[in-house]
């Protein structure tokens, strides 16, 4: 049982060092290309649902398969529809893209913080989940708030890059934190 235990919180780690890794990668493609260009902004925007809808495909494989991650499967379908919908609203109404990605960030914090509770009680070590997924909650209320202001200038990708930012940050501290705890148990 520990060796399963033991592949599950490796398998982890290495998603959450992932996650952390790609977040980066993004936020440096958004100051590089994404501020001054806006098909490489509204590239970068598609793209960010579209890898979360991936990397929680990913998790929720290496964790024991969608049936037993429901939160994580549901984040898929979620992730990909909210793909769409940012290409949708880049078309139509540009300053509606800070809405959807304030409801998404809102409703996806929601199933990061129900998966970090969940795999607290069996892997440990997910308080950065958990805090993630109550930041998340927040800055989607916060998009949500500034998208429905009177600024008549569409938001960039810049305008989502700090919200990645503390994405990047969560995943990184979630990694260190399960590195740490599995150096305790060794």
Not at 31 to 58: I, Q, R
Not at 69 to 85: D, E, H, I, R
Not at 162 to 177: K, R, T
Request: no cysteine; aromatic share 10%.
């Amino acid at each position: 049982m520990a060796l399963v235990e033991d592949v599950k919180t490796g398998a982890l780690k290495r998603y959450y060092f992932l996650r952390a890794a790609v977040s980066v990668a993004w936020i440096a493609a958004v100051v590089a290309v994404g501020a001054g260009n806006p098909l490489a902004a509204g590239v970068l925007l598609v793209a960010y649902p579209a890898w979360d809808a991936l990397a929680n495909a990913m998790d929720a494989r290496a964790n024991g398969g969608f049936k037993a991650n429901p939160p994580q499967t549901f984040n898929v379908a979620v992730s990909l529809l909210v793909a769409g919908a940012v290409l949708v609203a880049l078309q139509a109404d540009p300053r509606r893209v800070l809405t959807v990605f304030g409801v998404w960030a809102a409703f996806a914090g929601l199933l990061q913080l129900v998966a970090g509770v969940r795999r607290w009680r069996s892997v440990g070590a997910q308080w950065p989940m958990v805090l993630s997924g109550a930041q998340s909650m927040l800055a989607g209320a916060f998009m949500i708030a500034a998208s429905l202001g009177a600024n008549p200038h569409p938001p960039t990708a810049v305008a989502v890059a700090p919200y990645a930012a503390f994405g990047a940050f969560y995943f990184l501290l979630a990694g260190i934190s399960l590195a740490l705890k599995a150096r305790k148990t060794a």
